[in-house]
């Protein structure tokens, strides 16, 4: 099947600093990519929508200014924690959708493994 | 109230036995269900994809969907200690392209 990667998959950083994750589809094109967070033993929550070559659509309460979300190519997705405090600590999970089944699109949204982010 | 409604669990089974896990959701626009499995620290996994009302089986896996009561099933048979994980149920469609909501998840463990 088709392999979504992350990067880091872990990073530990001080309060105050900026943390980018990367989120790359590696065998196929992604026009949108979508970036999760989870909590412990919580759910996923959907974060943003990314589109290659346009701004991210955020969901309600999710602050654009600190969850910076970058789609520069088909195949890439960046997302940069900005001035990261304790409370940001959590697991951020990206997906992406197949550029090439758009008529049955939902089966086709692959996840990445995650990063586990701390935030000291 | 959740648009996706899931027992958290957790759930403890025989190997052998049949899981039932269950969600209710409550957006009438979805038509895409699906059911994800995600292992400790690790990104969800899709098991099973349906479309609209009716089942799908797949190897020991079905899933049901009854949208008339908002309700979906993944039926797991013959359980197996490497099925221990957490079971996510999701709906997607309507005019929000590709966005899936999930429900809370169930934690599923098979002990030998």
């Known amino acids: 099947g088709a392999v979504v990667s992350q990067h880091p998959s872990r990073v530990i950083c001080k309060s105050g600093t900026s943390v980018k994750i990367e989120c790359r589809s590696l065998d196929f094109q992604a026009t949108t990519m979508f970036w999760y967070r989870q909590f412990p033993k919580q759910s996923l929550m959907l974060m943003a929508t990314s589109n290659e070559g346009s701004k991210a659509t955020y969901e309600q309460g999710v602050e654009k200014d600190k969850f910076l979300i970058n789609h520069a190519s088909l195949t890439l997705s960046t997302l940069t924690v900005t001035s990261a405090h304790p409370e940001d600590s959590s697991f951020y999970i990206c997906?992406?959708?197949?550029?090439?089944?758009?008529?049955?699109?939902?089966?086709?949204?692959?996840f990445g493994p995650g990063t586990r982010l701390t935030v000291l | 109230q959740k648009e996706v409604e899931q027992d958290p669990g957790p759930l403890s089974v025989p190997e052998g036995a049949i899981v039932s896990l269950n969600c209710t959701y409550s957006?009438?626009?979805?038509?895409?269900f699906m059911w994800y499995r995600q292992y400790s620290r690790k990104g969800p996994e899709l098991l099973m994809y349906?479309?609209?009302?009716g089942n799908k089986e797949d190897g020991r896996f079905t899933a049901q969907v009854d949208k008339s009561s908002k309700y979906i099933s993944l039926f797991i048979r013959d359980s197996q200690p490497s099925d221990s994980a957490t079971y996510l149920c999701a709906g997607a469609g309507g005019t929000s392209y590709g966005k899936l909501t999930f429900g809370q998840g169930t934690i599923l463990t098979v002990h030998p």
């Open positions: 349906t479309y609209s009302s």
């Open positions: 957006n009438s626009a979805f038509q895409y």
């Open positions: 997906s992406a959708l197949s550029l090439f089944r758009l008529a049955s699109s939902t089966d086709t949204q692959y």
